[in-house]
């Protein structure tokens, strides 16, 4: 009995690529990285749909504010199939297609959360947070504050301005890579 010698992957591929298309080898493309500007483009996209769904939330309608939250479902997985569509003849693998939608999620997100940072430093978005943050501090720290010339309106927007780089920065930015990601691996299975 005698040992065949294991053929490296990258052979066993060629290989196989070469019995598919009748002697012809082709590359398949699964070693080369997808292009991210693309995800850029549809990020960008994104971003400006968050930043409308953002200003959307600031006004007082009675409805509105159940439509805003399937609202950022809705514009974060479209980013990820928009992605999907610009990177089109780029993508052969749902690794490639989710790795684009991530693209698009995180650049979306980062502009999000842009967004937010400025509301909340405009007084906006998150009040009460800053109310929050504000009310930690005994009247003898907050007139020290003062002389030295840190307002309670200064505590208050930097404890608003924090929580939105949090939440928006961090965890929204997490929300909307995953969201997208799952545009992406969408568009892939449905193209």
């Known amino acids: 009995m005698t040992l ?3 053929r490296p992957p990258s052979a066993r591929r060629e290989q196989r690529a070469k019995r598919a298309t009748n002697d012809e ?3 398949t493309g699964a070693d080369q990285p997808v292009l991210s500007i693309p995800g850029v483009k549809a990020g960008a996209a994104g971003g400006f749909g ?3 769904l953002l200003l959307m939330n600031l006004l007082s309608l009675p409805l509105l504010a159940c439509l805003v939250v399937p609202g950022y ?7 990820g199939m928009l992605a999907g569509l610009l990177a089109n003849d780029q993508l052969t693998t749902r690794g490639q297609a989710t790795w684009i939608g991530v693209t698009a999620g995180f650049v979306a997100g980062i502009c999000g959360g842009v967004t937010a940072v400025l509301l909340a430093a405009f007084g906006l978005m998150l009040p009460n947070l800053g109310h929050g943050v504000l009310a930690q501090f005994s009247p003898a720290q907050l007139a020290n504050l003062a002389r030295m010339g840190i307002t309670p309106n200064t505590i208050r927007l930097a404890g608003s301005v924090l929580f939105a780089l949090l939440l928006w920065g961090g965890a929204g930015t997490a929300v909307a890579m995953i969201l997208s990601a799952l545009g992406g691996r969408i568009y892939f299975r449905l193209r």
């Open 4 to 6: 065949a010698k294991k």
């Open 25 to 27: 080898i082709v590359d």
């Open 50 to 52: 968050l930043l409308v």
């Open 73 to 79: 479902v809705v514009v974060l997985v479209v980013t």
